[in-house]
């Protein structure tokens, strides 16, 4: 499977040349080399990844990273960063996806305002998610980490991942629902905001305007929501994977199953 989606990769890389698109022929190249562990890849438009860091098979905790808006092939190296620090920090027993299944929105456009790209992302999570429980057995941990626009699309999956250990809101816009219980999830619900993180600058409401759902409703780091809230320090909004910081050490503890070393807000 490795192999083939490397070499989707590497197609991609000759089509993005033979229309000119040096840069992002120099990005799928790069997706190619034979260390890139991709289990699915499409070069089309914005591009879908999903990548693994570490050896899944073998892994006894596995992190699935939800990116948030803004997020494509085109800027796909952070968002793997994020996966490279945190496999660095869980070590050699863990496992990181990034999952870019879907499209995200643009930071700046009506779409990342309404649930319209997590409707669609949903189900695709959901379908995962299943597959991939399939794949490595009962016994690993499974944590849904979320950034973002990707913890609306976390939101609307909830219900339909059962065989999720945690669920994790950093940088949480809103999901939708009112409350950590009406996700309907079995999973354990964590939220974190970090102090320079401008999303707590977003209004968390949620109104219908001429026919379409705006806003995405409760704070998940709000008391009302009834989340688990860790601490992360003075994350900006694109910082919560930082190295050595204490929003990264959190994630680690979460990840590896060990909620009684989580640092609470």
């Known amino acids: 499977m490795y192999e083939a989606n490397r070499a989707n990769a590497e197609e991609a890389a000759r089509m993005a040349e033979a229309h000119g698109n040096r840069d992002r022929a120099a990005k799928d190249?790069?997706?190619?080399?034979?260390?890139?562990?991709?289990l699915t890849f499409d070069g089309r438009g914005p591009g879908q990844a999903v990548e693994v860091t570490g050896d899944l098979l073998k892994a006894d905790h596995i992190a699935v990273l939800i990116p948030g808006s803004d997020t494509s092939i085109d800027t796909y190296d952070r968002f793997r960063?994020?996966?490279?620090?945190?496999?660095t920090r869980t070590g050699p027993t863990s496992a990181v996806i990034t999952w870019l299944g879907y499209e995200t929105?643009?930071?700046?456009?009506?779409?990342?305002l309404t649930d319209t790209r997590a409707d669609e992302a949903a189900p695709r999570l959901s379908t995962f998610m299943s597959g991939l429980r399939g794949l490595v057995g009962e016994t690993a941990d499974v944590s849904l980490l979320c950034h973002s626009y990707g913890s609306v699309v976390c939101g609307r999956a909830a219900a339909?991942?059962?065989?999720?250990?945690?669920l994790v809101l950093i940088g949480s816009p809103g999901t939708g629902a009112d409350s950590a219980a009406a996700l309907q999830t079995s999973a354990r619900v964590w939220a974190a905001r970090g102090a320079e993180d401008w999303i707590e600058m977003v209004p968390h409401t949620r109104v219908d305007v001429f026919g379409a759902t705006v806003g995405f409703g409760t704070d998940p780091t709000s008391p009302d929501f009834g989340a688990r809230v860790f601490a992360a320090g003075?994350?900006?909004?694109?910082?919560?994977f930082a190295p050595g910081s204490i929003a990264l050490d959190n994630l680690a503890h979460i990840t590896l199953g060990t909620p009684q070393e989580v640092t609470h807000a």
């Open 234 to 240: 003075d994350a900006t909004h694109s910082g919560y």
């Open 29 to 38: 190249r790069s997706m190619a080399e034979p260390s890139r562990q991709f």
């Open 105 to 112: 929105p643009d930071t700046i456009s009506p779409t990342v």
């Open 160 to 166: 339909d991942l059962d065989d999720v250990n945690d």
């Open 81 to 87: 960063a994020a996966a490279l620090a945190l496999h």
